[in-house]
């Protein structure tokens, strides 16, 4: 199976499987010398493990993490060596039987099939590879990301909506995310929210969601043009999360019923002689080079598709079949999204500020200093 490998300099493979011993990943092309220890992955970790409310599989694993390789303690507290850096996480609470029917039968809406056509061979238990348990460790290399990118990017995302319960963009308060189980960009409607996810889970079915995401303090200038581009890496690592089924940049699709006045981010300038943006419909992303403006993107996710509910299907021998499908599922997979969508997007700048770096000798520059 190829292709478990993503980014350039910063460079990231995942491996394991959803039932197997552990997973991990190993980061490529981490800077030397950047303090780094468990205790600073782990608390990332920690949001996205399963078992935290109701509203999430009650699957129970701890997430610890241990780092294996890439760091080393000269006295003052382990740093990073710039060698590859293997983080390690045990799975704990897998119940292999409860996919004991799935092993000839293809659940509709997963990559069951997909798998067995491509490999001929398909771990079930859970979903081998294909399971969102791989998502853990993105949430691990992430961390390693923010801390190459330092306290100068604050990245930061919540639930926007839930089914077709929609928060207006004037009223999106990331704040409000670590203070609710729904991860909900708004304190306000959790309540409604959570009933509405009550419902959807008591009945055995699921729902979808939008997530939205900004990255404030990344400086203009990363990002290339047409093959590299900033808005485009960005896409395709949040359009690699399992169950994501559409990414937007900026105003995305609602960009397309705008006038162009109404669409381009007008330009002043400000008291320090620097560029000020009106608006941001870019995304704070033009020509595929960030503006320093928040690069701000939205993902979609899909309702997951282990339900209760029975279902048509087939089987591997070219049976017609009828298929529930049992085990630890979330109502709403979107909801441990949050976490993931910030994680691709620390890993995705990191790798930016480290090509910007290398192509220009500068990471992040003044107004002045672009010689606009």
């Not at 061979?121 to 460790?137: K, L, M, P």
């Not at 959807?200 to 699921?206: N, V, W, Y």
């Not at 503006?291 to 701000?296: E, I, L, S, Y």
């Not at 995705?348 to 090509?355: I, P, S, Y």
Request: charged content about 25%; hydrophobic content about 40%; aromatic content about 6%.
């Amino acid at each position: 199976m190829s292709h478990n490998t993503f980014g350039h300099l910063f460079r990231v493979t995942t491996w394991g499987e959803s039932h197997g011993p552990s997973i991990g990943c190993v980061i490529d092309g981490c800077p030397p010398g950047i303090p780094l220890t468990e205790a600073d992955i782990q608390p990332w970790l920690d949001r996205r493990k399963p078992g935290g409310s109701r509203f999430v599989t009650q699957r129970r694993e701890a997430d610890e993490c241990r780092i294996v390789s890439g760091t080393f303690d000269d006295g003052e507290g382990p740093v990073t060596t710039g060698a590859p850096i293997a983080i390690l996480i045990e799975n704990t609470d897998q119940r292999s039987k409860d996919y004991g029917e799935i092993a000839r039968a293809f659940r509709p809406g997963h990559a069951d099939y997909t798998y067995q056509a491509k490999y001929g061979v398909r771990d079930h238990r859970g979903g081998g590879r294909s399971s969102a348990r791989e998502t853990a460790c993105r949430v691990a290399a992430g961390a390693v990301a923010r801390k190459v990118l330092g306290q100068d990017v604050a990245i930061r995302a919540g639930i926007v909506q839930i089914g077709p319960h929609r928060i207006e963009d004037d009223r999106i308060d990331f704040g409000a995310v670590e203070h609710n189980a729904l991860f909900a960009a708004n304190a306000e409607v959790v309540p409604a929210w959570a009933a509405y996810l009550d419902d959807i889970r008591k009945a055995g079915s699921s729902i979808g969601a939008v997530v939205a995401v900004e990255a404030v303090g990344v400086p203009a200038g990363w990002g290339a043009p047409l093959y590299g581009k900033l808005d485009g890496e960005l896409a395709s690592a949040l359009m690699s999360i399992n169950a994501a089924k559409g990414v937007e940049i900026g105003a995305g699709f609602e960009s397309a019923a705008l006038t162009g006045e109404q669409n381009a981010d007008e330009m002043r300038l400000g008291d320090d002689g620097a560029p000020v943006f009106l608006s941001n419909k870019a995304g704070g992303v033009l020509g595929g080079i960030s503006t320093g403006q928040p690069v701000t993107a939205r993902v979609a996710f899909k309702p997951t598709s282990s339900i209760l509910t029975l279902r048509r299907t087939i089987t591997r021998d070219g049976t017609e079949t009828d298929l529930r499908t049992k085990g630890r599922h979330d109502p709403c997979v979107g909801l441990r999204g949050v976490p993931v969508v910030e994680a691709m997007t620390a890993c995705v700048l990191a790798d930016a500020m480290l090509r910007q770096r290398g192509q220009t000798g500068w990471a992040f520059p003044s107004f002045s200093e672009t010689q606009i």
